[in-house]
Protein backbone atom coordinates (compact mmCIF):
# COMPACT_ATOMS: atom_id res chain seq x y z
CA UNK A 1 0.00 0.00 0.00
CA UNK A 2 1.00 3.62 -0.77
CA UNK A 3 1.84 6.12 2.28
CA UNK A 4 2.89 8.61 0.27
CA UNK A 5 0.36 11.83 0.07
CA UNK A 6 1.04 14.14 -2.73
CA UNK A 7 1.15 17.71 -2.13
CA UNK A 8 0.29 20.17 -4.46
CA UNK A 9 2.58 20.79 -7.19
CA UNK A 10 38.30 -1.01 -23.77
CA UNK A 11 38.16 -1.08 -26.95
CA UNK A 12 38.05 -4.34 -28.13
CA UNK A 13 41.06 -6.06 -29.35
CA UNK A 14 40.95 -7.75 -33.30
CA UNK A 15 41.01 -11.16 -33.11
CA UNK A 16 44.79 -12.54 -34.10
CA UNK A 17 43.47 -14.23 -36.66
CA UNK A 18 41.98 -10.93 -38.11
CA UNK A 19 44.02 -9.34 -40.30
CA UNK A 20 44.43 -5.44 -40.14
CA UNK A 21 45.48 -2.47 -42.42
CA UNK A 22 47.86 0.12 -41.47
CA UNK A 23 45.55 2.23 -40.02
CA UNK A 24 44.64 -0.48 -37.14
CA UNK A 25 41.19 -0.77 -39.10
CA UNK A 26 40.10 -4.86 -39.46
CA UNK A 27 40.49 -6.38 -43.52
CA UNK A 28 37.30 -7.61 -44.57
CA UNK A 29 37.72 -11.18 -45.73
CA UNK A 30 35.46 -11.09 -48.65
CA UNK A 31 35.60 -10.73 -53.06
CA UNK A 32 36.68 -6.77 -53.36
CA UNK A 33 35.83 -6.93 -57.01
CA UNK A 34 34.02 -3.69 -57.62
CA UNK A 35 30.19 -4.00 -59.36
CA UNK A 36 29.79 -2.77 -62.60
CA UNK A 37 30.17 1.36 -62.94
CA UNK A 38 31.69 2.03 -59.41
CA UNK A 39 35.34 3.23 -58.88
CA UNK A 40 38.11 4.12 -56.53
CA UNK A 41 38.71 7.34 -55.76
CA UNK A 42 41.96 9.20 -53.60
CA UNK A 43 41.55 12.22 -52.42
CA UNK A 44 44.88 13.92 -53.10
CA UNK A 45 45.02 16.38 -50.02
CA UNK A 46 44.98 13.22 -47.74
CA UNK A 47 46.62 10.25 -46.28
CA UNK A 48 46.61 7.35 -49.30
CA UNK A 49 46.80 5.32 -46.23
CA UNK A 50 43.74 6.71 -44.05
CA UNK A 51 41.61 8.61 -46.22
CA UNK A 52 40.90 5.86 -49.09
CA UNK A 53 37.63 5.34 -50.33
CA UNK A 54 35.38 3.91 -52.60
CA UNK A 55 32.52 6.04 -54.57
CA UNK A 56 29.76 4.33 -55.82
CA UNK A 57 27.47 5.46 -59.17
CA UNK A 58 23.79 6.73 -58.55
CA UNK A 59 21.76 3.56 -58.63
CA UNK A 60 24.36 0.98 -57.51
CA UNK A 61 23.98 -0.80 -54.55
CA UNK A 62 25.93 -0.80 -51.63
CA UNK A 63 28.83 -3.30 -51.87
CA UNK A 64 29.41 -5.10 -48.60
CA UNK A 65 33.42 -5.80 -47.01
CA UNK A 66 35.30 -3.06 -49.38
CA UNK A 67 37.29 -1.29 -46.33
CA UNK A 68 35.60 1.51 -46.39
CA UNK A 69 35.86 4.44 -43.84
CA UNK A 70 33.31 4.14 -41.23
CA UNK A 71 31.52 7.57 -41.31
CA UNK A 72 30.86 7.32 -45.15
CA UNK A 73 29.89 3.44 -43.96
CA UNK A 74 27.44 4.48 -41.70
CA UNK A 75 25.93 7.61 -43.72
CA UNK A 76 25.12 4.93 -46.68
CA UNK A 77 23.93 2.16 -43.88
CA UNK A 78 21.26 5.02 -42.35
CA UNK A 79 20.16 6.12 -46.11
CA UNK A 80 19.64 2.29 -46.31
CA UNK A 81 17.70 1.94 -43.20
CA UNK A 82 15.66 5.33 -43.75
CA UNK A 83 14.37 3.49 -47.13
CA UNK A 84 12.58 0.95 -45.35
CA UNK A 85 8.97 2.04 -44.58
CA UNK A 86 8.03 0.99 -40.96
CA UNK A 87 4.21 1.06 -39.74
CA UNK A 88 4.42 3.09 -37.13
CA UNK A 89 1.64 2.95 -34.53
CA UNK A 90 1.17 -0.96 -35.10
CA UNK A 91 4.85 -1.38 -33.76
CA UNK A 92 5.43 -3.67 -37.06
CA UNK A 93 7.57 -3.76 -40.17
CA UNK A 94 7.05 -5.05 -43.62
CA UNK A 95 10.07 -7.18 -42.75
CA UNK A 96 10.21 -8.00 -39.66
CA UNK A 97 13.68 -10.02 -40.03
CA UNK A 98 15.46 -6.75 -40.67
CA UNK A 99 16.18 -4.16 -37.54
CA UNK A 100 15.54 -0.57 -37.84
CA UNK A 101 17.61 2.47 -37.84
CA UNK A 102 16.17 3.20 -34.24
CA UNK A 103 17.10 0.03 -32.68
CA UNK A 104 20.50 0.49 -34.36
CA UNK A 105 20.47 4.27 -32.71
CA UNK A 106 19.58 2.85 -29.54
CA UNK A 107 22.22 0.37 -29.19
CA UNK A 108 24.94 3.21 -30.69
CA UNK A 109 23.70 5.63 -27.94
CA UNK A 110 23.91 2.75 -25.53
CA UNK A 111 27.36 2.05 -25.98
CA UNK A 112 28.50 5.70 -26.16
CA UNK A 113 26.71 5.76 -22.41
CA UNK A 114 28.93 2.71 -20.94
CA UNK A 115 31.68 4.28 -22.33
CA UNK A 116 31.12 7.60 -20.93
CA UNK A 117 31.08 6.04 -17.70
CA UNK A 118 34.04 4.29 -17.89
CA UNK A 119 36.06 7.20 -18.66
CA UNK A 120 34.29 8.79 -15.67
CA UNK A 121 34.62 6.27 -13.49
CA UNK A 122 38.70 6.35 -14.63
CA UNK A 123 38.95 10.25 -14.54
CA UNK A 124 40.95 11.68 -11.63
CA UNK A 125 38.76 13.67 -9.55
CA UNK A 126 35.91 11.27 -10.23
CA UNK A 127 34.22 11.12 -7.04
CA UNK A 128 33.93 15.13 -6.35
CA UNK A 129 32.51 15.26 -9.46
CA UNK A 130 29.81 12.91 -8.44
CA UNK A 131 29.50 13.94 -5.00
CA UNK A 132 29.38 17.62 -6.83
CA UNK A 133 26.36 16.30 -9.21
CA UNK A 134 24.63 14.79 -6.29
CA UNK A 135 24.49 17.71 -4.18
CA UNK A 136 23.14 19.73 -7.22
CA UNK A 137 19.16 19.47 -7.92
CA UNK A 138 19.95 19.43 -11.74
CA UNK A 139 22.59 17.03 -12.13
CA UNK A 140 21.21 15.15 -9.25
CA UNK A 141 18.79 12.43 -11.28
CA UNK A 142 22.10 11.32 -13.20
CA UNK A 143 24.18 11.23 -10.41
CA UNK A 144 21.78 8.62 -8.85
CA UNK A 145 21.21 6.68 -11.90
CA UNK A 146 25.29 6.46 -12.28
CA UNK A 147 25.41 5.04 -8.43
CA UNK A 148 22.45 2.85 -8.81
CA UNK A 149 23.79 1.18 -11.85
CA UNK A 150 27.36 1.19 -10.40
CA UNK A 151 29.57 -0.55 -7.14
CA UNK A 152 31.36 0.99 -4.28
CA UNK A 153 33.45 0.43 -1.67
CA UNK A 154 32.27 0.80 2.04
CA UNK A 155 34.41 4.40 2.37
CA UNK A 156 32.57 5.65 -0.66
CA UNK A 157 29.11 4.28 0.28
CA UNK A 158 29.97 5.68 4.05
CA UNK A 159 29.53 8.97 2.42
CA UNK A 160 26.89 8.43 -0.29
CA UNK A 161 24.51 6.80 1.80
CA UNK A 162 23.31 9.66 4.49
CA UNK A 163 22.52 12.01 1.31
CA UNK A 164 20.86 9.36 -0.66
CA UNK A 165 18.90 9.18 2.55
CA UNK A 166 17.92 12.24 2.81
CA UNK A 167 17.15 12.11 -0.76
CA UNK A 168 14.66 9.43 -0.39
CA UNK A 169 13.04 11.35 2.45
CA UNK A 170 12.93 14.86 2.11
CA UNK A 171 14.38 15.37 -1.51
CA UNK A 172 13.20 16.18 -4.87
CA UNK A 173 9.86 14.05 -6.17
CA UNK A 174 11.42 13.08 -9.33
CA UNK A 175 14.56 11.82 -7.59
CA UNK A 176 12.68 9.98 -4.81
CA UNK A 177 12.14 6.34 -6.86
CA UNK A 178 15.85 6.17 -7.56
CA UNK A 179 17.12 7.26 -4.15
CA UNK A 180 15.12 4.07 -3.15
CA UNK A 181 16.40 1.81 -5.53
CA UNK A 182 20.02 2.83 -4.70
CA UNK A 183 19.33 1.73 -0.78
CA UNK A 184 17.50 -1.22 -1.13
CA UNK A 185 19.94 -2.43 -3.85
CA UNK A 186 22.47 -2.31 -0.86
CA UNK A 187 20.08 -2.51 2.14
CA UNK A 188 22.64 -5.68 2.89
CA UNK A 189 25.41 -3.99 3.77
CA UNK A 190 25.10 -2.23 7.47
CA UNK A 191 26.30 1.25 6.26
CA UNK A 192 22.32 1.52 5.17
CA UNK A 193 20.70 0.44 8.20
CA UNK A 194 23.77 2.27 10.94
CA UNK A 195 23.16 5.85 8.81
CA UNK A 196 19.28 5.63 8.70
CA UNK A 197 18.96 5.20 12.19
CA UNK A 198 21.30 7.74 13.31
CA UNK A 199 19.11 10.03 11.24
CA UNK A 200 15.74 8.85 12.16
CA UNK A 201 15.34 11.18 14.83
CA UNK A 202 16.02 14.10 13.03
CA UNK A 203 12.93 13.25 10.68
CA UNK A 204 10.96 12.40 13.46
CA UNK A 205 11.44 15.63 15.35
CA UNK A 206 9.83 17.39 12.05
CA UNK A 207 6.43 16.09 12.73
CA UNK A 208 5.59 16.70 8.96
CA UNK A 209 3.01 14.43 7.69
CA UNK A 210 4.73 14.72 4.04
CA UNK A 211 7.97 13.14 5.68
CA UNK A 212 6.60 10.71 7.96
CA UNK A 213 4.81 8.77 4.85
CA UNK A 214 8.03 9.14 2.80
CA UNK A 215 9.81 7.41 5.40
CA UNK A 216 7.11 4.73 6.45
CA UNK A 217 7.43 3.87 2.68
CA UNK A 218 11.03 3.82 2.95
CA UNK A 219 11.41 1.44 5.92
CA UNK A 220 8.85 -0.92 4.48
CA UNK A 221 11.29 -1.47 1.27
CA UNK A 222 13.65 -2.11 3.32
CA UNK A 223 12.13 -4.29 6.00
CA UNK A 224 13.89 -2.28 9.33
CA UNK A 225 10.80 -3.71 11.50
CA UNK A 226 12.51 -1.80 14.63
CA UNK A 227 13.18 1.66 13.09
CA UNK A 228 9.42 0.77 11.89
CA UNK A 229 8.09 0.21 15.22
CA UNK A 230 10.23 3.58 16.26
CA UNK A 231 8.46 5.37 13.71
CA UNK A 232 4.76 3.89 14.82
CA UNK A 233 5.34 4.59 18.48
CA UNK A 234 6.07 8.19 17.88
CA UNK A 235 2.71 8.57 14.83
CA UNK A 236 0.59 6.88 18.21
CA UNK A 237 2.09 10.04 20.38
CA UNK A 238 1.19 12.86 18.00
CA UNK A 239 -1.98 14.76 18.02
CA UNK A 240 -1.59 15.12 14.69
CA UNK A 241 -4.39 13.13 12.96
CA UNK A 242 -2.31 12.96 9.52
CA UNK A 243 0.13 10.63 11.39
CA UNK A 244 -2.16 8.81 13.34
CA UNK A 245 -4.07 7.95 10.03
CA UNK A 246 -0.04 6.85 9.31
CA UNK A 247 -0.46 4.83 12.06
CA UNK A 248 -3.16 2.95 11.29
CA UNK A 249 -1.97 2.14 8.20
CA UNK A 250 1.64 0.92 9.19
CA UNK A 251 -0.87 -1.30 11.58
CA UNK A 252 -2.42 -2.92 8.49
CA UNK A 253 0.59 -3.66 6.64
Known sequence: MCFWKQKQAQKPRASKDIDTDSTGMVEPQVDKKLPQGASTTLD???????????????????????????????????????????????????????????????????????????????????????????????????????????????EELEILIPIIIDISVDGNIDNIPIARDILIKFKENKIVKHKLGSMLDHYLASFDDFIYRRLAELLLYLNFSDLKIKLMNKCLKSNNNDLIELYQDLIEN
Open 44 to 154: PNKSPLTEHYYTIPEGKSFPNGLGIKRDIFMNEFKKLFNSISCEYGSNKMKDNTIFSIEWFNLKESETNLFSSKYYFRKSECFFQQLLLALNTLSEQGTALRFIRDDDFND
